[in-house]
């Protein structure tokens, strides 16, 4: 149902059972589960930052990709591989 651009969540099933009523109740879906994943899965949208995705490329690049970027003059490259050349140095001692 829209009202106003705003959309009605459908209820799940809700099963109380807190020890000081002894006695489980269940409410009763509007919708069946498989419903209710569809409606979640269509209506959700993730955004991400520029600076998440720069990020997550960082992160995610090779060695080579890294070497290159170096060799370009890329300041965060250079100490990254200045970095793993120093550990390499102390692990080989």
Known sequence: ????????????????????????????????ASNLVSQARSSTTVTISSAARQALAEATETAAQT?????GGDLQAQHLLAKKAAEKATSSM
């Open 67 to 71: 070497a290159k970027e170096a060799g």
């Open 1 to 32: 149902m829209n009202v106003s651009g705003l959309t009605q969540t459908p209820t799940m099933a809700v099963q109380d059972t807190s020890p000081s009523k002894g006695v489980a109740t269940s409410a009763t879906p509007t919708a069946p």
